[in-house]
């Protein structure tokens, strides 16, 4: 079956845009994450939805982040009036509940 | 609240050599424990997770860990080290009932010389 997706693989900003990233958990999975992987960083978690209860946001950076997820299935991660230090390689995971996480390949964001 | 600590950022070892990587945690109830790998230029991939079954556990690649509930450990081992596990390695941990959030280390970058 497929797994998870994001799109777009890679994004290239000026610095003031916005940029919305997606991504396609696998199906019938309840929960979602995003993650932000920058280089010697390591995983920074970002928000987390799971079914139908309201998502924790409280990785996400600043109140430029927000992200929502759509009849519990596609979620949409935007950052607005992006700066240099947003770029990082943008990851997004499905799981059923505890279960493994499956991770999508990222989305990999550079703003100039 | 859970977390997890893993013990130096880059770890280098011989060709054939003893893998360990170190992962403490803390959560006040029984957690879920998790390794991850994450090979150059790929996405992470799950390696062994513990779930309160057998506190050793196999994963894939020769790798396994061990939960010890005393040291709050959930190390990473692997008799000989090969050349294609060099990658990087996320310890996670997560808590049933404490919504479901699973938690990441900020990674173990291991190195293989020849």
């Known amino acids: 079956g497929a797994g998870v997706s994001q799109s777009p693989s890679n994004k290239v900003t000026e610095k003031g845009k916005d940029v919305e990233l997606r991504c396609d958990p696998i199906?019938?999975?309840?929960?979602l994450y995003w993650y932000r992987q920058s280089l010697g960083q390591g995983l920074e978690f970002l928000i987390y939805?799971?079914?139908?209860?309201?998502?924790?946001k409280s990785g996400l950076p600043s109140d430029r982040f927000s992200a929502e997820r759509t009849g519990g299935s596609v979620s949409t991660l935007t950052i607005q009036r992006t700066q240099q230090e947003d770029s990082a390689v943008y990851l997004c995971?499905?799981?059923?509940?505890?279960?493994?996480?499956?991770f999508g390949p990222g989305t990999r964001l550079t703003v100039l | 609240a859970q977390s997890v600590t893993q013990l130096g950022s880059h770890v280098s070892v011989s060709e054939g050599a003893l893998v360990l990587l170190r992962c403490n945690y803390s959560?006040?109830?029984?957690?879920?424990l998790f390794w991850y790998v994450q090979y150059p230029n790929q996405g992470l991939q799950l390696l062994l997770k513990?779930?309160?079954?057998?506190?050793l556990v196999k994963g894939i690649n020769g790798f396994e860990a061990e939960f010890k509930k005393s040291e709050t450990s959930f190390h990473l081992t692997k008799p000989s080290a090969h050349m294609s596990d060099a990658a990087e390695y996320f310890c996670?941990?997560?808590?049933?009932?404490?919504?479901?959030?699973?938690?990441f280390g900020k990674g173990t970058r291991l190195h293989i010389l020849p």
């Open positions: 939805f799971q079914g139908n209860s309201a998502p924790d």
């Open positions: 996670a941990v997560s808590v049933q009932g404490r919504d479901d959030k699973i938690i």
């Open positions: 199906s019938g999975h309840t929960a």
């Open positions: 995971a499905s799981s059923l509940s505890l279960n493994e996480q499956f």
């Open positions: 959560s006040s109830v029984p957690p879920y």
């Open positions: 513990y779930t309160s079954a057998a506190t």
